[in-house]
């Protein structure tokens, strides 16, 4: 019977070992695919929340929208972009969007409503 020597032994492993490095780079890009496209699909679920919401309630002011804005602001916060422009992908969280900021500064048209102490 033949035994395989070390050598070939370890050479096994290395190539098993690359395959397997593969393998998770793959399913790392695959799950950031999906991160990506979820964010993307939250962003776009609360603007036609939003959007619902002021089709339906025309003469009332939309207290909804607030929460609106919360969860858009949440998703801001946590590192995703909601703008048009680059939409659902990582923002740089040292900087601020200006596009993302306008967004969040027109969310309901509620940018007159000043809190003065
Ligand atoms: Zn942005």
């Known amino acids: 019977m033949l035994e395989v020597d070390p050598y070939s032994k370890l050479q096994q492993l290395h190539d098993s070992m690359e395959k397997m490095t593969k393998t998770i780079e793959s399913l790392e890009n695959d799950i950031l695919e999906t991160l990506k496209e979820n964010t993307e699909l939250k962003v776009e679920n609360q603007?036609?929340?939003?959007?619902?919401?002021?089709?339906?309630?025309?003469?009332e002011p939309a207290v909804?929208?607030?929460?609106?804005?919360?969860?858009?602001?949440?998703?801001?916060?946590?590192?995703?972009?909601?703008?048009?422009?680059?939409?659902?992908s990582h923002r740089d969280p040292s900087s601020d969007c200006m596009f993302c900021l306008d967004i969040l500064d027109n969310f309901g048209e509620k940018k007159n409503v000043k809190r003065e102490r």
């Open 64 to 88: 909804k929208t607030q929460s609106g804005l919360e969860s858009l602001k949440q998703i801001y916060d946590s590192g995703y972009h909601i703008c048009n422009m680059y939409y659902g």
């Open 47 to 59: 603007l036609l929340r939003e959007k619902l919401d002021k089709l339906n309630n025309h003469n």
